[in-house]
């Protein structure tokens, strides 16, 4: 279960760096003038990331609650 939880958070770490670049490099870069073509596909990456950690936050909750039915 250990190794389970640290897989779980080096995973969750992964998915906070790629939606911190995904929102802080184009403020950055909107900040300094640069690319809002740019901009506007990655802040569509980020909303993306935000739907697919949703969908995987639904997952576990539902694999959770099966776990503690069958237990």
């Given amino acids: 279960m250990k190794e389970t939880k640290d897989v779980l958070r080096v995973v969750g ?15 950055v870069l909107a ?7 740019i901009l506007g596909f990655l ?3 980020a909303v993306m990331l935000i739907k697919l950690a949703i969908v ?10 099966i776990r503690a039915v069958l237990k």
């Avoid at 900040?31 to 073509?37: D, F, M, P, S």
């Fill in 13 to 27: 770490i992964i998915l906070l760096a790629l939606f911190v670049l995904a929102v802080g490099v184009p403020l």
């Fill in 31 to 37: 900040a300094a003038g640069v690319a809002l073509g």
């Fill in 43 to 45: 802040i569509g990456l």
């Fill in 56 to 65: 995987v936050a639904i997952i576990y909750l539902i694999v959770v609650g």
